[in-house]
């Protein structure tokens, strides 16, 4: 048997590290700086419209699964209860989005996606869309896939709430 010259990659990087390559190879590095990067980039594009991020998270997350929660918002848009519940507020004031009591539970309130609220989801759509093209620019389909499944693993193994 030939051994080769080449060593293998580490399957993972440990902490603490002892080198720039580590660092690089650390998945939660490279999950935060990539979170950040695209936090930043949309933020800058969404402020143009007058909007931001936890808006758009709340409304897209409210386009997806229909009505939720504030609760289940909060997770949904990853944003803390206390703004998701602020933002909200905000959103029904607009008309972007209506509360209502939930029909199994009076004391439950739900939130949903307005006609207008939709509207506006499709105004801010072609921006969101062009930074997503940018983020997987030169990454092929089946690339993209596995990323798409190895990050839902991922999230599953630490995700408290399975929404």
Known sequence: MIKSDTPKPRRHSKFPFRTRESLRRYVPHLITRLAHRWAADQNVALAELGWNSTM?????????????????????????QS????????LVTTGLVSREISDSDQRVRTVGLTELGTAKLNEIGPVVNDLYEKLIKDIDEEELETCIRVLQKMTANICVNKI
Do not use: D, G
């Open 56 to 80: 758009m998270r709340i409304l897209a997350s409210l386009s997806a699964h229909k009505e939720l929660t504030i609760n289940e918002l909060a997770v949904l848009s990853v944003t803390e």
């Open 83 to 90: 703004t998701t519940s602020r933002t909200t507020e905000s």
